[in-house]
Structure formats: structure tokens, C-alpha cells
């Protein structure tokens, strides 16, 4: 595509805005029309727009680790199918080695179709499946060892074909698998809704190529790509050499290298020296590692800019085949998405010298039997920098998911919330201190089985120039009898009517 030479400044934020609010409409179009707890409540959800090569173009302020990873799944489509692609198809797909981030994740992919035979853009949703099968209810398993044990895969698989919803195909798909789905139902209905909010993305596009032109719509997103990349590279400017290691409660750890190239204005971010891929469930695909690098270098960027593809063409990222943050199948990666992801991240932020380590976990805390599945990630305490103090209680960094209301959880669940409370003194002291961790305890009334997945229950999260490191996050189950039982960061346990599992979550860590 040739590109008109530069352009109008007035346009180009005009724009950048229209491309985020169609990504936000669907956004709430998905939310609107879901059936379940994770996708209403939680909203564990992304939408976003993509150009005619499946770049990103915008999204809406949703979640960091989906965002920067949707890409890959749009363009392993269109390298994929890219020939028999018709308007009026939709394609599903959760393959954690091209795109995928782990199976919960299922992305609705919509190319659009302009007058001619090719797609000119392509709208995705992204969202978290209360179950999709697997070793444990929740598809959340603390010890899978294989991709098999997570659940169903699925790798650009065709939704809807010309219009119709091919209801009988997926349900085979979900049964069909030595793990299958519990929840089929929920599973359609969800995927429905993501169908609805792609439709309301592929309208929008339209009507802005009838007022303004396609051209003027194609050449616009290439600006606003060039807009993020020139922004990146400003922020790059500002930053130095450094190298960070991180260890995690395994044992594993990430070691990454950020060399800067000021004449040029970028940057080379080199994870050679990380540990090899895992035998358990903490490999982080490829397309994590590069949306946490991504939000990295966004959260970096002062101006008011749409994530995109364009933030990545600073950027040169090395990370070798078969290590931990590239695994090869069949390596299991639920672990890898939420809890690695946000090791990458605390572990870019220790090599910059930009912030202290966060709670770096997101806490998955998942429940069910045949009747029940849910899933929540629980707040914690974010790193303090140079200028600012830690934060208690949020979502940290990969996340951005709300928690479920007490109200609702109890509603639609046999359980109680027995507490939900800051974790005084948890936070790292510092000229700057970190945020507080919480405590979380949930009263079982009927049996479940309950699984929990974290990290930083060993390690604590570390802080910068001799600010103190924030508190590890502890597990436990009091039985109903009074007895207590201490648990690892990952741990699968049966709960029976009055027992009651706590979960503490780590303090980030001080600065200065």
C-alpha cells in the first residue's frame, strides 16, 4: 500500500479514537450477550481491530496479555485459510503455538469483506471459557504436564459457515476428547456472543469505509501504527542498558537482556539464558512473551496512544526455540499465560530500573464438580518506582479482569465470602513502599474440588535500590474441624461443607 505522505493531525487522533471506540462496542456487545460469570462479571475478555494483513491496528483498554498475542492468531489464520476465506465465516481458535495464549482463551476471528473478494480487515474476541475441558473443572489444572490435559484445541477452526452457525460440528469438537467440555452450553453460548460482537466490529468498519472511503480507513491505520512505533521510539530514548534475572517458585528463571540503540532508537530485548521449556505448566507461548514485552514498552509511552502493532517495530525480541518462553508442543502452558507472563514482565521492569517487583501473580483460584465451574485472579500489591509508592489491592500488570461481586459469587455458588480484606504490612518498605497483598477466605458448602495456581509463595517480589522486598503470598485450608493445611503455589484439594480456603496474596516491593 503507498502511503499518502503524512498525515492530518486533526485526522489521525480523530481516528486513532474512532478505531479504539469500535473495539470498545464490541467490547460491550460481548459482555452484554454472554452467559457466563468469567465474560459478565469478571470481564476476562478482548476485542480488537486488525488490518488487512492481520496487524493490530486498536483495541479497547481491556487485557494486556490477550492484546498484544491476537495478532499471531489472526495472521496463522490468514497464512492458514487465507484463500478459502468467505464473507459471512467465522473461525475459532485457542492453539497456544500460534497465537493462543492458553485454552480458556478462545478467540472469535471475522474477516470483513469489502466490495472485493478479499478481506480488508478482520475483527477477533478473545475470551476466558469457564471450562474447555481438561484434567480439572476450571481448565485451570495446577499440575498438567501436557497441552492433552488442558482441554480442547482449537486451530482455526470454521464457526460459521456463510451465516450459519455450525452448533453441531462444535459440540462434537467439545465432547470428542479424553477430557471433554463439562459445560457445553455455556461454551456455545459464549462463543455466540463473541459471533455478535464481531458482527457489530465488522458493521462499524463498514459504515466508516462508506463515510470516509476505504482508502482513506486503510491509509489512516497504517498512521496510526507509524504514530505508536514513532512513539515507542520516544520512549526508548529516555532508557539505558541493563539486565535482570528473576527465579520463580520452581526453581525456574527468566534471565533477559534490554540492549538500547540510541541511534537508531530501539531496542533489543534478549531472553538467551532462560530456563528450558518445563516439564509442568509454567511454559509461556511465544505470543505471551511478546505481549508482555509489549506492554512493557506501551506502559512506558507518556502519549495516549492505541496499543498496535506498530509499538513492536522498535523492538527486536530474541528468545530461543524450546526454552520456557517459546515451548514446542505438546508443553503444557496454562501456568504460562497468567503467572509467567507476569514474570516476564516484573523481570523487564528490574532491568530497566523503571519499577519494583509486583505481587507477579495472578492468583488463579478455580473451583467446580459437575454442576459448578468457576474461576477468579485475585488482586495483590504493584512494585513502587522512583516517583511513585506501590498500589494495594489491584489486579497487577498481565491482568485486568474485575473480581466477581460477593453478591453474585454467593448467588450462583454454594460458597461463602467469609473475608476480603487488605494484607496490612505487605507491601516492601522503601523511600517508595509497594502496595499491600489481600487475604481472600472462601467457605465451601458443598463439595468441590478447589485448585489454586500462583506464584511468589516462595520468592518474594523484589525491590529496587535497596527498597525492601514485598511479603511472599501464602495458601491454606482450615477444615471444618479447626485443622490447618499449608499449600505449595500450585495444589489441587478436595473441600467438603464448612471448609474454608485462604489465599494471602504477596505485597509488592519498595524503591529507594
Not at 498475542?69 to 478459502?84: A, C, F, W, Y
Not at 459464549?190 to 491509509?219: H, P, T, W
Not at 461481586?405 to 513502599?433: A, I, M, Q, T, W
Amino acid at each position: 500500500m503507498h502511503k499518502t505522505n503524512q498525515p492530518d493531525p486533526v485526522r489521525l487522533e480523530i481516528f486513532k479514537n474512532l478505531y479504539q471506540f469500535i473495539a470498545e462496542q464490541m467490547g460491550i456487545v460481548l459482555q452484554n450477550t454472554a452467559a457466563s460469570v468469567n465474560i459478565k462479571e469478571r470481564l476476562d475478555f478482548s476485542c480488537a481491530i486488525f488490518d488487512a494483513t492481520g496487524l493490530l491496528v486498536a483495541n479497547a483498554p481491556h487485557i494486556p496479555v490477550h492484546l498484544g498475542s491476537m495478532s499471531e492468531s489472526v495472521r496463522s489464520l490468514i497464512n492458514d485459510k487465507g484463500n478459502s476465506l468467505k464473507p459471512g465465516n467465522v473461525y475459532l481458535s485457542n492453539n497456544p503455538y500460534n497465537g493462543g495464549t492458553h485454552l480458556p482463551d478462545v478467540t472469535a476471528i471475522t474477516p470483513v469483506f469489502g466490495v472485493a473478494n478479499n478481506p480488508i480487515f478482520y475483527v477477533a474476541s478473545r475470551g476466558h471459557q469457564a471450562d474447555i475441558g481438561g484434567i480439572t473443572p476450571g481448565s485451570m489444572p495446577p499440575n498438567s504436564k501436557t497441552i492433552e490435559e488442558e482441554g480442547i484445541l482449537f486451530d482455526n477452526f470454521l464457526l460459521v459457515e456463510s451465516g450459519n452457525f455450525r452448533e453441531q460440528a462444535v459440540r462434537e469438537v467439545l465432547a470428542d476428547h479424553v477430557y471433554p467440555a463439562r459445560n457445553p452450553d455455556q461454551n456455545i453460548a459464549d462463543f455466540k456472543a463473541a459471533i455478535a460482537a464481531n458482527n457489530r466490529g465488522v458493521q462499524e468498519l463498514l459504515k466508516m469505509v462508506e463515510q470516509y472511503s476505504l482508502e482513506v480507513v486503510q491509509n489512516y491505520m497504517q498512521f496510526v501504527q507509524d504514530n505508536a512505533e514513532d512513539a515507542v521510539r520516544k520512549a526508548i530514548d529516555v532508557l539505558t542498558d541493563g539486565a535482570f534475572s528473576y527465579e520463580m517458585d520452581s526453581g525456574a528463571k527468566i534471565q533477559v537482556e534490554v540492549s538500547i540503540n540510541k541511534e537508531n532508537r530501539s531496542a533489543k530485548i534478549d531472553f538467551t539464558g532462560t530456563s528450558k521449556q518445563l516439564n509442568s505448566n509454567f511454559n509461556a507461548p511465544k505470543a505471551v512473551t511478546q505481549a508482555a514485552v509489549l506492554y512493557v514498552f506501551r506502559t512506558l509511552v507518556k502519549d495516549n496512544i492505541p496499543l498496535n502493532a506498530g509499538c513492536l517495530n522498535p523492538l527486536e525480541i530474541i528468545i530461543p526455540e524450546g526454552c520456557m518462553l517459546n515451548p514446542i508442543h505438546p508443553a503444557a502452558v496454562v501456568a504460562g499465560n497468567v503467572e509467567t507472563s507476569q514474570t516476564i514482565v516484573d523481570a523487564l521492569y528490574g532491568a530497566l530500573g523503571v519499577m519494583s517487583g509486583s505481587q507477579g501473580t495472578m492468583n488463579n483460584f478455580t473451583f467446580g464438580n459437575e454442576n459448578y465451574q468457576y474461576y477468579e485472579t485475585i488482586c495483590g500489591g504493584s512494585g513502587a518506582g522512583e516517583d511513585f509508592d506501590g498500589t494495594d489491592a489491584v489486579q497487577t500488570h498481565m491482568t485486568n479482569s474485575r473480581l466477581t461481586d460477593p453478591e453474585v459469587l454467593e448467588s450462583r455458588y454454594p460458597v461463602l465470602l467469609e473475608n476480603f480484606s487488605l494484607r496490612l504490612g505487605s507491601g516492601g518498605k522503601g523511600k517508595h513502599s509497594g502496595g499491600n497483598g489481600v487475604i481472600r477466605r472462601i467457605q465451601f458448602l458443598e463439595n468441590m474440588t478447589a485448585n489454586i495456581l500462583c506464584s511468589h509463595r516462595l520468592i518474594s517480589p523484589f525491590g529496587l535500590n535497596n527498597g525492601e522486598a514485598g511479603k511472599v503470598g501464602r495458601n491454606l485450608v482450615i477444615r471444618k474441624n479447626g485443622s490447618e493445611e499449608e499449600l505449595d503455589s500450585t495444589a489441587t484439594v478436595e473441600m467438603k461443607p464448612g471448609d474454608i480456603f485462604v489465599i494471602e496474596t504477596p505485597g509488592g516491593g519498595g524503591f529507594g
